[in-house]
């Protein structure tokens, strides 16, 4: 089941029966039961291929109503159901384990309502009198299976977009990010997502449809519980999202440094000098970078290679751009000092030029895809999530898997890439797939790996989720109490464990 190769035994769920397809294809129609083998199977497989369950079966229904319906069948006769959103998920969360029912979202997609668009004219005695100040404040509501870039592009229309931008967004959904609390590469310039939520609709594993409405500090509650609750605790149907102004001036910097301790003294001097402006601060390393050009064939525009690369991205309203610009000049004031002291070892590349800009930021965005395809993708490598709260941990985690093992015959890769503004440090291991079974690596490295980051105080999962994958590392970064508590509200909300069942929680801490 997993590259590790834990085993884990089915939980007596019911078996999906004739009479139950029945059930389902009056709820949704016969056209949105699923049973075609090449979709059943895309629905089992994760994305980076290396999680894969047995479904036989996959439901889309069509509204909030319909899953509710299908859940109280669930609930009825003890069906498992994986909740599935755009399948992007890095965890093992969004696929079955063994048989359980996979409830697509994808058919609803629709935004809903645009609650408010305000749009302040202010006329001040310091303005010219026909002068404008844009300050739009919106709130989006969509149904969870809207797919992150088709949202960002409706939001567009309105001069606003989504607090959350990552390189899945043209196949993750609303729904998917905010079951995960994904993360993502605009943490630093508007925070957690979860803090932009303003109202969530979930279906209960009884089938109840609960509305956790607008802005309201009790039902606030209930909403920050679902938020990254991975598909375990509800189905969300709806979601409501504060969306910030659509930023109309966006430069990136891409810099080459020496040393990860150069990459710490930009990103103190970009969160100094481009303050407000500062919207992304992204790292990769040399190995990510060679696994990007060799595998992809991406070519960095920098002139000559060099230990670590920072993606600098400034964005902001003023459409003049004056203020940013004259930012951006402090910052690569600091730049060039930095350089000199490091005897003129820093490089970088300035964009404003929306072509030059996507082929940056896709070094980047497809760094894993590069690193995966090192080795296919069956055994083939291991990748983690850690947060980290000393940055520097980023670079002597990688560096201590590196030292343990890089010289193994079978290891290709060992490489980093995240987001640094978030002390989110992405770690891959490339193998030889035969290699790596021969010598049981993987459980070697997940052991250490997961050892380093406890003695560390890190965390096993920064923006993933902790799905299948790491549920049974656990209690690497939560006590014994906190774990059974978690254990108890999952009871509470989910009786007969039939949402999402093997994922986030240890098998040992649920017993159904
Ligand atoms: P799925 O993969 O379908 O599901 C993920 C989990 O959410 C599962 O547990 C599932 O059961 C649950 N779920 C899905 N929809 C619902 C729903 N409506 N109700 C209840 N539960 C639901 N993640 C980051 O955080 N930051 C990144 O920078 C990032 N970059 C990525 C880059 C690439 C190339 C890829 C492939 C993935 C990346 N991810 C990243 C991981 C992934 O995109 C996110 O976890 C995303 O939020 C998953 O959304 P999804 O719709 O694909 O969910």
Redesign the pocket.
């Known amino acids: 089941i997993s590259a590790d190769g834990r085993s884990l035994s089915r939980s007596s769920y019911s078996r999906i029966e004739p009479a139950d397809l029945l059930v389902f294809a009056d709820i949704i129609g016969q056209n949105h039961v699923i049973t075609d083998p090449f979709e059943v199977l895309a629905a089992n497989t994760d994305?980076p291929r290396d999680c894969r369950g047995q479904g036989g079966h996959v439901l889309r229904p069509g509204c909030a109503e319909e899953v509710s319906a299908i859940l109280r069948h669930c609930q009825k006769r003890r069906i498992a159901v994986?909740?599935?959103?755009?399948?992007?998920?890095?965890a093992g969360?969004?696929v079955p384990v063994f048989d359980e029912l996979v409830l697509s979202?994808s058919r609803m997609n629709r935004v809903l309502e645009f609650v408010t668009t305000i749009i302040f004219t202010l006329k001040l005695s310091q303005l010219e009198s026909n002068s404008k100040i844009d300050a739009v404040a919106g709130l989006v509501v969509a149904e969870?299976?809207c797919v992150l870039a088709d949202l960002d592009s409706h939001l567009s229309e309105h001069g606003l977009t989504v607090p959350l931008d990552?390189?899945?967004k043209g196949?993750?959904?609303i729904?998917?990010?905010l079951?995960?609390n994904?993360?993502?590469?605009r943490v630093l310039r508007y925070g957690s997502l979860r803090g932009s939520v303003r109202g969530l609709e979930v279906a209960l594993a009884s089938g109840e449809l609960i509305d956790c409405g607008r802005v309201n500090e009790d039902e606030s509650r209930l909403v920050q519980l679902m938020i990254g609750s991975?598909?375990t605790l509800?189905?969300?149907?709806k979601v409501t999202l504060a969306c910030p102004p659509r930023p109309a001036n966006v430069r990136l910097v891409l810099i080459g440094c020496d040393s990860f301790q150069s990459v710490l003294h930009l990103f103190s001097a970009a969160r100094s000098t481009l303050a407000e402006t500062l919207s992304a601060f992204e790292v990769m390393d040399a190995a990510t970078m060679s696994a990007v050009s060799d595998n992809l064939k991406l070519n960095c525009p920098l002139s000559g290679s060099s230990e670590f690369y920072a993606l600098v991205e400034t964005a902001s309203c003023d459409a003049s751009g004056s203020n940013d610009a004259g930012k951006l000049d402090k910052f690569l004031e600091c730049l060039v000092s930095l350089n000199h002291e490091s005897a003129g070892s820093i490089d970088a590349v300035i964009s404003n030029d929306s072509r030059q800009f996507g082929a940056i930021w896709a070094l980047r965005?497809r760094a894993?895809?590069a690193l995966v395809a090192d080795c296919g993708p069956a055994g083939g490598y291991m990748q983690f999530d850690a947060a980290v709260s000393d940055r520097l941990d980023m670079q002597r985690l990688v560096l201590a898997t590196r030292a343990e093992f890089g010289q193994l015959d079978c290891v290709i890769r060992v490489a980093g890439f995240g987001?640094l503004g978030d002390g989110n440090l992405h770690l891959v291991v490339t193998a030889d797939p035969a290699g790596a079974a021969a010598c049981g690596l993987w459980p070697r490295v997940e052991a250490f790996v997961y050892g380093w980051l406890a003695r560390r105080r890190g965390s096993i999962s920064a923006?993933?989720?902790l799905?299948w994958k790491r549920s049974a590392y656990l209690g690497h970064c939560k006590s014994p109490t906190a774990v059974s508590v978690m254990a108890g509200i999952k009871r509470l909300l989910d009786p007969q464990g039939i949402l999402?069942p093997y994922?986030v929680l240890p098998p040992s801490a649920l017993s159904y």
């Open positions: 994305w994986v909740p599935q959103g755009g399948n992007t998920g890095l969360g969004g979202l969870a299976g990552l390189a899945a196949s993750c959904q729904g998917g990010n079951s995960t994904a993360g993502g590469i991975e598909g509800g189905v969300l149907t965005e894993f895809e987001h923006e993933h989720g799905g999402n994922k």
